[in-house]
């Protein structure tokens, strides 16, 4: 009888409900040293902290908060990632329901609530910026040093700073990883060092709202923090690679 | 003072004499597939009394008088023999009106008869020496008895005329599966509302996720059947329950207005198998049928758990048919967690009168309000996580805005016509004045306001307003019994029915406190019309073999005033005026046909098949379209075992199967219901019945079913990954379905001369895991509940548990995307959220009946 009653229940019950939850690691990857070359300049870095979170995995192309109100993963988590530490870092994990994964967004240490006056920094961003980088550039007899703080924020309450980043991938299992590729010397790359050493300082401070040149042109510094950001933002933005098995 | 008449007593002996002892025949000649019939019994009578001024009688004087017994034994009609002195009809016919009768039975179906008594007048004899004295109001004198009853006079042995059982081929069943409620099934377990009635049928799961006076979520067979949108729910046989195109959901069915003590029975068809069920019997059908069978006065009062007290006054006089009452209910509670308190008051009246001519008119008015707060869903991370009790509402000034309130006016009369043919036809009326208003917030802050899209982060507390005005009409006649040939009887049935609503529906998303309009969702009108016709014949060919079936059509037309319709955004230079009003029209026709084989009295094999329909969502359809029903097509093939005619035991199994066109599901943003594409259910459900005693009733159900989505809506642009995919379960209902019902009455001790009674019930369900969306299984689900009282003559003490096991469950479970604002950034990933089930619950109930 109890075996009838099994075997009812089997029939019945089994079979799937659509997607399974997953549940796999993300991990970071940043420079592959501290010390490249960028222009014929030799860039010697000695911090560079990316705040990164929370992200969001869509099956639409385009994750708008309009056409992304449910996503397929996230890591709902704000973390800061030392982009000069060897190896890959574990971040957390990434959780949510197998399918097709089409683009993400996410923001990078600042964001800002649906409910929210204005955008707000995460505890875990460094000094509070989205992205903090200090170093030394060297060309010969000529050296200077340098820092920067770049903040990004989203643009409207319930945005993110990042929205629509094309990704294609099918997660299947939790037997997958994420590795998120920081590419510190592709954004380090987009400073112009020949303009910051025309400065003529010893140390250059790179940062936002420096007032324009007399000539109406762009502060070398804010030049700086602008290419950053669009390196970061636009040109050469975090990548994502999933791969199987932790 | 009570007397003892030795002579009134002798008279109304020997008609009892006349009853029991006569060869009752069916008037109709019983042919070789008729069902059993039992006729009518004398249970209580009224002794005549010898006509004030009639002259002394030389001899006794026979009346015959006519009489027609109502399915619950009252005494509808009684027209004395014309021949008869007009004093002595006048007061046979009166003394008889107050007979009270245990009804003809057939196939153990209560059902109406029509008999002819003879009420014997003899000359006035002087009373005996030991005879009581005689009551002083008593006067005049009564009919005295004629003869002592060992010498009967010639007319006391003539034996009832005739008797007509009526009513009887309604109640053949549609499928194996259909079940009617008694008042003994009622009875069993306590009950909270009316709704919790449907829980005693086989596969029926109800869940109150939504406060107090939000409508019953009802799962059926693999129905998510929501709020009534899958289930025809109608009270009387004509009056609806469900309301066309309900903002809150299609078919929306408040039942909370409806007072327990007065539903006399529940039928439920699961499935689609009569052709008199319409719009919305896709999982199936429910009649309320509303009667007082212990006449009386009752005032019950309850007091309990959450300082909840409910109020009972029930006015059943005595001599009137079951179905003359007045019925009134308040209650209030301050609910079981935060944000729950309700309170509700309904108020039920119903007047049932024949008329000469056999005419029988019934009818009933329904005034309810309530209110209630709602605790809305929790997200069932949070609540494991501590950040929220399992009874709390979020601390969140939105959350705890939410509430609802309805309301019911509603007007029914019936005029029915029953010749001694066995023919009848009816007539039916009923308007209805339905509102509904109410608050609710399942998402939290996630929404963006469509009219200003800066607007955002406000709350998603969605105000519904829907304002029904309905009214409808019915007729039905059902031909005399035919013999087209001579082993083939049957008769055929034709009806119309007609309603028409004018659906008033508003939905806006509110900022709190001041509940600010921050965006505007739904502004429409609705004008929705039903007309609806059916052809039904019930044949039997033999004994052994009855085919009953035939074929149902409705038009459904709808008129929309969408007010937003053609939205213009902001960023959008206005070309047009915005607004969309559209109309549409459909028809659907559907067969449903019912063999029954009879290889043996107590062996039924019923295959039934059926296509039954659901009207569509108003502002869904496009303009000129074919309002496109939802269509479902059942089968079951089901066997019931009655042996004895089931009196003490009956089992009932079978396998089933329905597909639907299209199933619709809830969707938490808007707080309503989006299509989800065909399902199909394939399942078993056993059904046992035992009364091995009087005093005691059993009944157990197990209903097993794999529903499953057959083509779920593909990704689009607005939503990119459905939650639902080709073949999976569908979610939100229970694979497995348990139920047991039982109660014990008897005689504990006397107290003087009257016996101290006591009783026990108790109800259980089980539920199996519920699939969910996204790959989640809620968890299984087992509810008790019980009741014990005693009663003494008037008195009776009880106490009712509800969940008497305290189980921590959820009612209703969801998986959806919300922001509560519990951790630091939002997950936009579709999660488990549940609306909890109450605890353990204890009433304490004191019923004074007079």
Redesign the interface.
Known sequence: MKRAIWV??F???C???????VTYPILAVGASSSSFEVEGWSIELTRADVAF??L?F???SGAS??????????F???VSIDALAPGESRLGEV??????I?SARYDLGI?W????NAPTA?ESAPDEHSFVVEGTATRGADSFSFSAQVDLPPV???GHTIAGQRTEVHVTDSDTSLTLSVPIEAWIAEIDFDELAALGVASVEIRDGVPALPDGSADPRQHARDSLAGAITNSHRIQFEWSTGE | MLSFDWKRTLVAAIALVSLVRSPVLAQETPDAGAPSVQPPRVQTHVSPSYPAGAGELAEPLVVRVAIVIGEDGVVRDAVADSEAPPAFAAEAERAVRGWRFIPAMQDGVAVAAQIRVPVTFAPRVAPAPSAPPRAAEESPPAAAPTTPAASPPPDAEEPVLDVTVRGSRVQNPRAASEVTLDRAAITAAPRESAANLLSSAPGVYVARGEGDAVAHEIYLRGFNAEHGQDMELSLNGFVPINQMSHLHGQGYADMNYLIPEVIESVRIVEGVYDPRQGDFAVAGSVNFDLGVRDRGYQLRSSFGSFNTFRQVLVVAPEGEADATFAAFQFRSSDGFGRNRGSLSGSAIASYEFPFPGRFQARLHVVAYGARASIAGVLRREDIESGRVGFYDSYDDPSANAQSALATRAQVGVSIERRTEAGARTSIALWMALVGFHARENFTG??Q?SRTMP?W???GDLHEQINNDVGFGASFQHRTKRLRPWAAVTGDVSFGLSFRTSHVTETQNLLEVPRNQTWDQRVDASVQATDVGAFVDTDWNFTRYVHLRGGVRADMLHFDVDDRLGNFIPQFRPESYVQGYRRTALGVAVGPRATLEIVPTPMLRVLASYGQGFRSPQARQLEEGERAPFARVHAFELGVRFLPNEGKRFSLTTAFYTTALSYDIAFDP?EGSLTRIGPTTRL??VAHAIARPWDWLYLSTSVT???A?LDAPPP?T??N??P???D???L?YVP??VVRADGSATHKLFGIGDDDVIGRVGFGFSFL??R???????GAPLALLDATVSLRYRFLELSCDAFNLFDSRYAASEYS??S?W?T????????ARHVAVGAPLSVMFNLAVTL
């Open positions: 009812v229940l029939l019945v019950a079979g799937d409900t659509g997607q399974s939850s979170g929370p969001y869509c099956a639409s908060s309009e056409l992304c109100p449910e996503a397929v993963q996230e709902a988590e704000d959780r949510g329901t197998t399918g097709e089409r964001s609530s649906i409910t929210g995460s409207f309450a319930g | 802050y996630t963006y800066t955002a982060g406000r943003e399942g078993f097993t079913v794999r499953t990704a642009a607005e990119p990954s939650a639902y995919v073949g999976q379960l979610p694979p497995v199996s895991s699939p969910l969306p996204y790959g989640d299984f959806f995307v922001n604002q951790s630091t950034h939002p997950s936009l990933v579709p």
